[in-house]
DNA sequence: ATCCTGATGTGACATTTGTCACAAAATCAA
DNA sequence: TTGATTTTGTGACAAATGTCACATCAGGAT
């Protein structure tokens, strides 16, 4: 059995092809289109979404000022969601958009923890899962404040170098919190 | 039964007072005074810490410029360590020191393991508990990248005003990732 | 009390980055 | 292709914040 999730799933629990088929099970596959929104302000958020195939941003609107500040891209492999909202079942203050033809895996909070409580390897990996998380999180924040702007693109670079290519260079910008005009010029020297 | 560590995982997974009594003979009670460190960069970090009294600020030195970057306070009810270090088995790349005398909880990362295999409820306590911190961090990170130094000072005050009188404003500077000296011409107005 | 150290306030100036305006280039749809 | 739209580059200037230097102030130790 040879599937994306399956593989993200087993850098922290190794799983049999009974236990990843019925885990999948409590999965929905979904197609979305390009500009269309998966999670849009404002909204209740049912699901958290692994990404099979595209990329997405997330981002918040400051409406004051009308800009927005993109906190998390995910392309193949990652996880996507309004994390706050889904947990508390409350509506969305972000919004969830795909920059390219997307498949998605939608999984409802009732069947997240459906599984946790079912297989304890289950609730183990989302453990793990949000405790990695938490750290890459720890990083990119040392990484804004005692970074300079070149830094930080630099960081990027580094750490994604397949992105930067295939995303317009203004969202970088805001996912570095930078100007587009700052970005332009860093990566000229 | 009357316990900060009790009430505070009790947020998330109710106990009874013999399975609270059992998960707190895995941890080690430390007293450590004001200026010591729990944590220093390049050893090994063996503990996860609950902190029962007093206040700690967690740090990484740029070796470059002789700066430092305080990327968390943790006063009563708060958990500190080097989480990469401490989850990884390798060794600190921040400090952790006492900002007064303090009294902690001591976790080894066996103990906390061995508590998530017998109980699924501390397993399911530290998956939540990873997951809210994840979702506080990104709150954190979103305000510092677009927020002007003076949100990110009101929005400290709003937070934890209790710190803002109980830890040096140049602590606090760094937290926030400006001068100490620009910290303290946004207080004047 | 008095010294000493660390914490804080403040002015002058430097630096980084943002903002605005517009041009050039690339992409997409018909 | 061709026109329209989006994306990117760049100059001039403004705003926010950092840096350095020094003055004050507060608290602890002797």
Redesign the pocket.
């Known amino acids: 059995m040879n599937h994306l999730l399956k593989d993200h799933i087993e850098t922290i629990s190794p799983l049999s092809d009974e236990e990843f088929a019925y885990i999948l099970s409590h999965f929905v596959f979904k197609k979305i289109k390009k500009h269309a929104f998966l999670v849009q302000e404002g909204d209740p958020v049912k699901y958290e979404y692994f990404v099979l195939k595209g990329c997405l941003k997330a981002y918040v609107a400051d409406n004051a ?1 009308g ?1 927005e500040f993109i906190f998390q891209f995910a392309a193949e492999d990652w996880w996507i969601t309004d994390r706050e909202a889904f947990f508390k079942r409350s509506t969305a203050t972000v919004n969830i958009d795909c920059l390219e033809d997307c498949e998605v895996l939608a999984l409802t909070l009732e069947n997240r923890e459906k599984l946790g409580v079912e297989m304890w390897k289950y609730e183990h990996f989302l453990s793990v899962k949000a405790y990695w998380g938490y750290i890459s999180l720890q990083k990119r924040l040392q990484m804004m404040i005692m ?6 693109y630099e960081n990027f670079i580094a750490q994604y170098p397949n992105l930067f290519n295939r ?7 805001s996912y570095l ?12 020297s």
Chains 1, 2 share one sequence.
């Open positions: 000022t800009k970074g300079s702007a070149k830094d930080r995303i317009p260079k203004s969202f970088i910008a919190g930078v100007s587009r005009e700052t970005l332009s010029r860093l990566y000229k």
